[in-house]
């Protein structure tokens, strides 16, 4: 392909590269996420038998290629095959645990010990997130991208389409208000709205700063935008920056326990609002942007469905953190079942009845959605498209808790039977409260064949944001060094390559250093 004859040119042309899409089936919006799936699986079961004989500098390597890779594959060169891609990882994943098995197996007690601290499948869930998201906002300007994975232009399901709405769930499942089960508010309404208020403003500033510097860099060198993605002036960090605004106030007034009471209510009244008022139409329609409000129209109608999207995710988180409380004190649960004079016994623990629950809750949501035939737009944030990002992650939270609970199973099949004192349960129950993660997490290494969580995910956890802005500040360097549309495929995989193995790195480096960036 010839190369563009200036660069006024070529901006026109990568606007139009991503532009009016219609989307795929959202079936295979779910098996293009499922390779991460399947790659902490994989890593983790080819690291436990690796245990003894890596670094941890090779360990990460293998967490890279058989995590990262296989996603950009997938979401790229791959698409076509991405079932059997999940299924040849799969089959090695179990041919490694058949390996672990043989080496020792403890069959005289196989009870999973609890889970205490961090749980590994949200942090899984919350770095994929990112990982994904990061790989498709450079990915997307390659043409080894297939174009229904791009954002959608009016309503539809693309892979694109589901990050912001990732992104307000993946926070809202950890944030305060989903681990308050106090019954009682510990302070007035005025003193729980300036501290709130307090925080709010200490996180809201930064990201509206990087709201502003984004703007004004795409503006100084003349990068190509999407304009009915968030709107002229409006971008990612200012939409993070108003949800965030918004839902400290709420939560001020409202309590937690009443969340999704609060989403539902917020979501209803952003449907019932837009369709009565020609909100839907004004956005939708191919209008002038002649003023602030009809120049960043998607970005402002759309945050009331993030709102209610956040609160829908705090009620979901809450369900997750009470499904573990006290979990310390019983390590298991037994179910007997009688069937024809014979007693079969069922031991369960928290991670298997959760991941029940989790099924349940996207089961019934796709049936609401089917029912009351909501259209699927992202620029309006509506009701559809917040329903199908909640049955979005719970399919990808039990997943990952299915995973979670293979690896337990594992791990106490192999590992040795063990009696702790009280003092040592103790010393280990303290720690996990103290600045928790670091020791918590390299004595489970020590203590586990099979890490639950990998030190990649533990990695871009640990400074999210700070990865997305670094993932973005690359994808503006290679768009601005590189004709991404005339690349050839060879180039495009390896860029990519390259491009999320810088990211990775530097989260990487801050999370070994544990050197927190908050922004």
Same mark, same amino acid.
């Given at each position: 392909?010839?190369?563009?004859?200036?660069?006024?040119?070529?901006?026109?042309?990568?606007?139009?590269?991503?532009?009016?899409?219609?989307?795929?089936?959202?079936?295979?919006?779910?098996?293009?996420?499922?390779?991460?799936?399947?790659?902490?699986?994989?890593?983790?079961?080819?690291?436990?038998?690796?245990?003894?004989?890596?670094?941890?500098?090779?360990?990460?390597?293998?967490?890279?290629?058989?995590?990262?890779?296989?996603?950009?594959? %997938?979401?790229?060169?791959?698409?076509?095959?991405?079932?059997?891609?999940?299924?040849?990882?799969?089959?090695?994943?179990?041919?490694?645990?058949?390996?672990?098995?043989?080496?020792?197996?403890?069959?005289?007690?196989?009870?999973?010990?609890?889970?205490?601290?961090?749980?590994?499948?949200?942090?899984?869930?919350?770095?994929?997130?990112?990982?994904?998201?990061?790989?498709?906002?450079?990915?997307?300007?390659?043409?080894?991208?297939?174009?229904?994975?791009?954002?959608?232009?009016?309503?539809?399901?693309?892979?694109?389409?589901?990050?912001?709405?990732?992104?307000?769930?993946?926070?809202?499942?950890?944030?305060?208000?989903?681990?308050?089960?106090?019954?009682?508010?510990?302070?007035g309404f005025s003193e729980t709205l300036t501290r709130n208020m307090k925080?709010?403003?200490?996180?809201?500033?930064?990201?509206?700063?990087?709201?502003?510097?984004?703007?004004?860099?795409?503006?100084?060198?003349?990068?190509?935008?999407?304009?009915?993605?968030?709107?002229?002036?409006?971008?990612?960090?200012?939409?993070?920056?108003?949800?965030?605004?918004?839902?400290?106030?709420? +939560?001020?007034?409202?309590?937690?326990?009443?969340?999704?009471?609060?989403?539902?209510?917020?979501?209803?009244?952003?449907?019932?609002?837009?369709?009565?008022?020609?909100?839907?139409?004004?956005?939708?329609?191919?209008?002038?942007?002649?003023?602030?409000?009809?120049? =960043?129209?998607?970005?402002?109608?759309?945050?009331?469905?993030?709102?209610?999207?956040?609160?829908?995710?705090?009620?979901?988180?809450?369900?997750?953190?009470?499904?573990?409380?006290?979990?310390?004190?019983?390590?298991?649960?037994?179910?007997?079942?009688?069937?024809?004079?014979?007693?079969?016994?069922?031991?369960?623990?928290?991670?298997?009845?959760? %991941?029940?629950?989790? %099924?349940?809750?996207?089961?019934?949501?796709?049936?609401?959605?089917?029912?009351?035939?909501?259209?699927?737009?992202?620029?309006?944030?509506?009701?559809?498209?917040?329903?199908?990002?909640?049955?979005?992650?719970? +399919?990808?939270?039990?997943?990952?808790?299915?995973?979670?609970?293979?690896?337990?199973? +594992?791990? %106490?099949?192999?590992?040795?039977?063990?009696?702790?004192?009280?003092?040592?349960?103790?010393?280990?129950?303290?720690?996990? =409260?103290?600045?928790?993660?670091?020791?918590?997490?390299?004595?489970?290494?020590?203590?586990?064949?099979?890490?639950?969580?990998?030190?990649?995910?533990?990695?871009?956890?640990?400074?999210?944001?700070f990865f997305f802005l670094v993932s973005n500040v690359l994808t503006g360097?290679?768009?601005?060094?590189?004709?991404?549309?005339?690349?050839?495929?060879?180039?495009?995989?390896?860029?990519?390559?390259?491009?999320?193995?810088?990211?990775?790195?530097?989260?990487?480096?801050?999370?070994?250093?544990?050197?927190?960036?908050?922004?």
């Open positions: 392909m010839t190369p563009p004859a200036s660069m006024e040119q070529y901006r026109l042309e990568q606007e139009a590269f991503v532009s009016n899409h219609g989307g795929t089936t959202p079936q295979e919006v779910i098996f293009t996420l499922l390779p991460t799936v399947c790659g902490v699986l994989l890593a983790a079961t080819t690291l436990g038998i690796l245990k003894k004989y890596t670094h941890e500098n090779v360990r990460a390597v293998v967490e890279f290629t058989l995590t990262v890779i296989p996603t950009i594959l %997938c979401c790229t060169v791959l698409s076509e095959s991405i079932v059997a891609v999940c299924v040849t990882m799969v089959l090695i994943s179990l041919l490694n645990i058949m390996l672990l098995l043989r080496k020792r197996v403890n069959l005289t007690d196989l009870t999973m010990r609890p889970v205490t601290g961090k749980r590994p499948f949200l942090t899984n869930f919350r770095a994929l997130t990112n990982i994904i998201t990061a790989i498709c906002i450079l990915a997307v300007d390659f043409r080894i991208f297939p174009r229904r994975f791009a954002k959608t232009e009016v309503s539809g399901y693309s892979l694109m389409d589901t990050g912001v709405g990732l992104f307000v769930l993946a926070n809202a499942l950890v944030a305060p208000e989903a681990r308050d089960f106090s019954a009682y508010r510990q302070a925080g709010c403003f200490r996180s809201c500033v930064p990201l509206l700063l990087l709201g502003l510097g984004r703007f004004a860099v795409v503006e100084y060198v003349g990068y190509q935008k999407h304009v009915t993605e968030y709107g002229v002036h409006w971008n990612f960090f200012v939409t993070l920056a108003i949800v965030k605004l918004f839902t400290s106030m709420i +939560t001020s007034t409202v309590s937690s326990r009443y969340s999704l009471l609060s989403g539902i209510w917020i979501l209803w009244m952003h449907e019932y609002t837009m369709g009565t008022k020609g909100l839907e139409a004004w956005v939708l329609r191919d209008g002038p942007r002649d003023d602030f409000f009809s120049a =960043n129209r998607e970005g402002l109608i759309s945050v009331p469905g993030y709102v209610g999207l956040y609160f829908v995710g705090v009620a979901v988180g809450r369900l997750i953190h009470s499904t573990y409380q006290n979990s310390h004190a019983r390590s298991g649960m037994n179910v007997s079942v009688k069937l024809h004079g014979f007693e079969f016994g069922i031991r369960y623990n928290e991670s298997m009845l959760l %991941c029940i629950k989790l %099924c349940l809750i996207s089961a019934l949501t796709c049936v609401a959605i089917l029912f009351c035939d909501f259209k699927i737009s992202r620029r309006l944030a509506n009701a559809g498209y917040c329903m199908w990002i909640v049955i979005l992650t719970t +399919t990808l939270l039990s997943f990952l808790l299915l995973v979670e609970v293979v690896l337990d199973i +594992t791990n %106490c099949a192999i590992s040795e039977p063990c009696v702790e004192s009280k003092t040592e349960r103790m010393r280990k129950s303290l720690r996990l =409260n103290l600045k928790k993660h670091v020791e918590s997490e390299r004595e489970e290494s020590n203590e586990c064949v099979i890490r639950r969580s990998l030190e990649i995910c533990d990695a871009v956890n640990y400074n999210g944001l360097i290679v768009n601005m060094s590189v004709h991404t549309l005339y690349a050839e495929q060879s180039v495009a995989l390896l860029i990519l390559i390259i491009y999320m193995a810088v990211s990775i790195i530097s989260a990487l480096i801050l999370y070994r250093l544990k050197i927190p960036i908050k922004l």
